[in-house]
């Protein structure tokens, strides 16, 4: 059933969900994972790759998480890592709308929801002299004013404490002609095992998806509801380097997202995400959930977890 063809506005999707919120985080995906995915959530024994997401999402609690989640904090990780030549330039980060000063911004920027997901928590200025503040000021006064209470996805590093901000970054623009492509690299255990090439973005509604190998040759797949409707696009010349970066910042970690962009011919930095789609993605043919899971290593249990990262940072 896809419930957002039903309930449209994805503000009152939001909030029944964090009126749901007293469910337990268990009880609420198997809800979920049934409803979107039309099976039952095997959490004690998963399989598929969306299965471990779910179980990624309840039992693996590395509080480095909470700072990658973040937008503006994890510039300090992507710094950490030794690749802050990858980062966009950083015009500030404000608690409030009213901290926003419109004439110190340049021409062209970006805003984003720190906390954010999706293309509602992000808002593209490309022309300041031109842009609606009136509409500004009303999305980004709705970021900040997000509840600090669980969501549909219970996806726990993002209801740890932070506040939803608002970041203001670089607008990045590709050359003269051509399309902002976005690569989502999926690293498990530090390596790459596939990757998202995005094209035909319209904000948060849709988005044309190929998918294809570290090799850059196009799978036989497809991610239902945003199959690609154009021709593969070129592999980028730094395809490589955009593959080692992106492996480089999923060190460390059973599996994480990484995004980056290749506007200007240089590598840049988009985010990691640790629970792609909140793991509810359905794919064609349906074996690819089953193939990835296999390259998804859990712990060996929930206790295991827990004692690892109770409590200190990773090393």
């Known amino acids: 059933m896809d419930y957002k063809r039903i309930i449209k506005s994805r503000a009152v999707r939001e909030k029944i969900l964090r009126m749901l919120s007293f469910i337990p985080d268990r009880m609420m995906l198997k809800i979920q994972y049934r409803i979107k995915t039309g099976r039952r959530l095997r959490i004690d024994d998963p399989v598929r790759f969306t299965e471990k997401l779910q179980w990624y999402k ?110 203001a970054e670089e607008y990045l623009k590709p050359a003269a002609g051509e399309e902002l492509l976005d690569y989502k690299f999926f ?25 294809v190998s570290p090799d850059y040759e196009k799978l036989d797949v497809v991610r239902v509801n945003d199959e690609p409707t154009a021709p593969l696009p070129e592999k980028p010349e730094n395809f490589e380097e955009m593959l080692r970066t992106a492996e480089a910042l999923s060190e460390g970690f059973p599996h994480v997202r990484v995004d980056l962009y290749d506007p200007d011919g240089t590598v840049r930095f988009g985010e990691l995400t640790f629970f792609n789609a909140s793991g509810y993605m359905i794919y064609d043919p349906d074996q690819f959930d089953i193939d990835i899971g296999k390259k998804f290593t859990l712990p060996s249990g929930p206790a295991e977890t827990e004692d690892r990262f109770s409590g200190r940072r990773r090393q």
């Open 187 to 211: 690293c498990f255990g530090g390596k790459a095992e596939f990757v998202y090439v995005c094209s035909g973005r319209r904000g948060g509604r849709s988005v044309q998806i190929d998918i």
């Open 58 to 167: 309840l039992y693996y609690r590395d509080p480095e998480m909470i700072q990658c989640v973040d937008k503006f904090e994890v510039r300090d990780y992507v710094r950490g890592k030794g690749y802050s030549h990858i980062l966009n330039q950083c015009y500030g980060v404000f608690d409030r709308f009213q901290d926003v000063d419109p004439d110190r911004l340049p021409e062209r920027f970006v805003l984003k929801d720190t906390l954010g997901s999706g293309g509602n928590a992000v808002i593209l200025c490309p022309d300041r002299e031109q842009a609606d503040w009136a509409q500004i000021r009303k999305q980004t006064d709705a970021w900040c004013a997000v509840p600090l209470v669980r969501g549909g996805g219970r996806e726990w590093p993002y209801y740890s404490g932070k506040r939803h901000r608002i970041l």
